[in-house]
């Protein structure tokens, strides 16, 4: 390991996660070896790339009994999709996407959004004006969730405060698949008949999924 | 639902999904309905955030048994928490780290690299001109992976390719913890002792997880 | 500190734990520092409440990988729930369950019994007519035990004493289950789905846990 | 099984702690199981009896590294002995008293206060006049917390609401370990050396661990 300038922190494992991961190491992954050591040699082929909120309520393995090798997850705050933005910077979500579709060939991008959503909370409260601390240029949440203002606009008129909140918790899916549609790889894939593009609401409480039908301009529950 | 202009792509759930969907309701969901209602009425707590890769070999929740509300987690290409850098353009995982440390306040924040990463061999590849590709302003891969370049130079004298890739996939964590120090909220919760950094590598064929440890400058199988 | 009438009979710590508790300071606990301190600033927040034997093998948050925080635990002779009865007379299990059900709101509450219980058998020699000492009004043990005699009634006819025994230690859970349902709050709660019960069986040698399935009214192994 | 007159309700094993079970039989019990059967077909005999709050913070065999054997151990909310009151009625605490030193002849009885206690502090509240509701005959809580009035008595003049919860989750022991010293049979050991009795406060934030000295009339640091 080569000198280090910069002090580094860090902390061993935490205690109490010690027996639980000895514990899956001699259950689960005992029973599974073969299987993660056929994907640690011949590497992932997942079917779907999905992109979810970080909400530790979310989970979308579960969800789908999805197992191991199954799901490219990309997680970031709200479930966004940044618009299409090649300016040489570093792009994590389109990163992700990239990768997805271009190396992975996946055949399913499911952005899946989700009720009780801190981060669009956040993003209601500092369109309305109630979160100045999210306005300035250093609140890295607050320029995140500027990505989401289009969604905000179009729910903007809707009195009923939490009727707006389930309204733009929706839009946020919304959003991110009118972004989707601006990459030139994720178009073309699609055109190609190679990858289709899903929206989904998961209602945390009610354990249901919604998906979106842009012919019927609304989400439906599955 | 207002109006659109854009014109948005996007299908029903895929149908092979929604037999899992319905068999995860039926089971799971309906085992833990109270659980998961208390969850939506009372909102997260989760004690870790978790900053892993989105290789869909690299199961967090499954590794520690932790279930629906443990662990708020972002996901990446290759695990990369970048510089910090408040310039006001949008940040996914900066952002993601703020609300963790900021709003949650979560007690760890844990980097989780992992052996055969596709990111990090496309770092490899990049960094030793092998994949002009990469190199683009277009990739968002690559613009991305160039948040590495500082790991790969410590480990650029390596002239074995597979060693010098197992070296790379441990300093992705390192120059994770590394960024995570420069960020003023997680260097000021960790010094007021409200946080802890830990950094991980999961081999995904052998099960094992090892932990840096800075004060041996190395990683040790937990 | 106030005047005292009393004698207080009190010794310092035994010194043999002295060490103990000094290694764990300076390892556990200076390993999740920021956690405790985490849960001594925000309270509890337990997603179960557990009722077990104050036997010394029966540890319920290490056959659960539970760690400090998950586990409200009330813990005394035979797992004993008694019957509801607002008397105004200090009930300490009621109140523990009260406070987990209305206070803290917990998930679940989960009945856990244990074989080769002490206490269990002190009932069945009792019951059985062979421990008159347990009869007296003083016998605070035999007053508790008490509470289990409709479950000795159902197993009286089993002649196998051993047998008995077995079956006896079963029917703690289940009289407990019973009485669980005789309290307004918790009867409440389970109908407003914010609540389940459970009812276990640990077994100390084997290492076994079953559960009961009231639908096949008989104790399942997991 | 015996027919059934009641209902019961009951569920299985709430799913996410399958896999932690199975985790914990395949790891610790593999590695201990000689002993768990030693300890089967032997019986316990554990040294101490420790008498402590329900509270899921408090975590006993932790705090003194103890293992499967080795505490016999009563939880309740607010750690508290009520006094001497062979009635005929059923005192769990009592019993569980009687059973550590009659029958297992435990050499020491420990009692474990913590700081941050609701139970304390809803005391607290009701002994002010605050909590009404817990005044009512059907308040199993408030009566159980009854029991400490007399402790409350002694630091009502603290007018500082912090410092007097402080004071008061202290008298909690020394209240208990006022009242173990009228059960004939603790003192009748007590006095025949077979027996000490311990007064602690453990503080859940700074994980460190108070004993009450009674010739200073005072907990002091251990």
Request: hydrophobic fraction near 40%.
């Amino acid at each position: 390991m080569p000198d280090r300038d910069t002090k580094i922190h860090a902390m061993p494992l935490p205690p109490y996660l010690v027996p639980r991961y000895r514990g899956w190491r001699a259950t689960t992954y005992a029973e599974n070896k073969i299987w993660y050591r056929k994907l640690a040699d011949e590497g992932q082929n997942p079917r779907i790339m999905a992109i979810a909120c970080c909400d530790s309520r979310v989970n979308v393995n579960g969800v789908f009994s999805a197992e191991t090798g199954d799901i490219f997850l990309h997680r970031n705050i709200a479930n966004v999709v940044p618009p299409y933005l090649p300016d040489g910077d570093p792009h994590g979500t389109s990163a992700a996407l990239e990768y997805a579709v271009k190396v992975l060939r996946v055949a399913h991008v499911i952005v899946i959004g989700h009720t009780e959503c801190g981060g669009v909370q956040g993003c209601q409260h500092m369109c309305s004006g109630k979160a100045p601390e999210l306005e300035t240029k250093e609140s890295f949440v607050g320029r995140w969730l500027d990505i989401l203002r289009p969604g905000y606009e179009r729910v903007a008129g809707i009195s009923d405060e939490t009727e707006q909140l389930r309204a733009l918790e929706r839009e946020t899916v919304v959003v991110s698949l009118e972004n989707l549609w601006e990459f030139p790889f994720v178009r073309e894939a699609v055109e190609a008949e190679r990858l289709s593009l899903h929206g989904l609401i998961f209602d945390i409480g009610a354990g249901t999924l919604q998906h979106y039908l842009p012919e019927e301009g609304r989400f439906v529950t599955v």
